[in-house]
């Protein structure tokens, strides 16, 4: 009776310990669960850059498969912070680190499904494997991007300023091309740019003014000949007073991107019912950023067709794109 009687009081705190573990590991997971920066760290990663959900509402591509396909390719494992009507998933965060393609047998017929790995953040839950129709719309509420640690050796920063940009001082009112030298640890490249309306001024900002008589739009184009990891624009209004040429002359502000080189622009923002989010002091700009995968961005602003001065003046302070070297190189050679 003694030895089992020291036997049981041996195993008393061992279950405590257990249940110690225990808790922790689910604190752990509750924690990284709900901050993503957290996790993160937790994951492997450095960082976290938040993307709005309108940046996928607002994708080029024609549904959130080929969103998420294209995070992956571009190297970024990303969070999903699930809706709060999700019923097992509300307010949790689920990471998706890539995908595979599965040959899937239905009762009708074969075919081929991308499965995309996804880490539940459930304790020390196994990675799973899901399909679009679970990463559904009413799954999702805001998307994190996670860059990976040592992303700065993996992609080159490239900033583009007034004084890179070879560009006149008038507004030419026919579609000018251009081409934009910028230097990568792959080799010099060039960045094809287009535009109508479109002037440099005294190399401090690029103004865009599309209120003019027989024009009434104003828009640049900057076409990429590799894949933009990612990119940001700083932008403006020309000054306060370009206010009264704003309001109430139909003025439309839009931003467009490609998802290949031969690819047609289609609008991924359209910033016309929120004009009054841009600064209207060019010295004091907002960063505008751009999600993964695509080829170039198109800028784009309208307004009415009337006066004989250059207003609705709208300013690109600063573009700043990365790239991966290795695709650059690929495209010096002649082989992407």
């Not at 004091?284 to 751009?290: A, E, L, R, S, V």
Request: with cysteine; net charge negative; hydrophobic share 35%.
């Amino acid at each position: 009776m003694e030895k089992r009687g020291r036997a049981r009081r041996r195993a008393i705190p061992l279950r405590r310990n257990l249940t110690l573990v225990a808790a922790f590991f689910a604190a752990l997971s509750f924690l990284s669960a709900c901050d993503p920066n957290l996790l993160s760290t937790l994951r492997g990663y450095s960082r976290v850059c938040q993307l709005g959900f309108t940046e996928i509402e607002y994708f080029v591509y024609p549904d959130r498969e080929a969103f998420f396909k294209s995070v992956i390719d571009a190297g970024y494992p990303f969070v999903i912070n699930c809706s709060p009507s999700s019923r097992f998933y509300g307010n949790h965060y689920i990471t998706v680190t890539g995908y595979e393609k599965w040959t899937v047998r239905t009762m009708h017929d074969t075919k081929q499904k991308l499965m995309f790995r996804v880490n539940e953040n459930w304790m020390l839950a196994e990675p799973c494997y899901y399909d679009m129709d679970w990463l559904g719309q009413d799954l999702l509420d805001d998307v994190w991007v996670l860059l990976p640690d040592g992303d700065v050796s993996i992609f080159d920063k490239i900033t583009i300023s007034a004084e890179d940009m070879p560009f006149g001082t008038g507004y030419p009112g026919v579609e000018t091309p251009d081409y934009v030298s910028v230097g990568t640890s792959a080799g010099a490249s060039e960045i094809e740019t287009r535009r109508l309306r479109v002037q440099n001024y005294e190399d401090e900002c690029i103004v865009l003014s599309p209120r003019r008589e027989n024009f009434g739009s104003a828009w640049i184009e900057f076409r990429s000949p590799v894949r933009l990891a990612r990119a940001e624009l700083d932008v403006s209004f020309w000054r306060s007073w370009e206010k009264e040429y704003i309001d109430g002359n139909n003025y439309e502000l839009k931003f467009s991107w490609r998802s290949g080189t031969n690819m047609s622009f289609v609008v991924v923002k359209d910033y016309t019912s929120k004009l009054d989010r841009i600064p209207q002091d060019r010295t004091k700009p907002c960063t505008i950023p751009f999600a993964l995968g695509h080829y170039g961005l198109r800028i784009d602003v309208s307004s009415l067709a009337v006066g004989d001065s250059n207003k609705g003046r709208f300013v690109i302070n600063e573009l700043r794109i990365w790239v991966n070297p290795s695709e650059v190189e690929l495209h010096l050679q002649g082989t992407l």
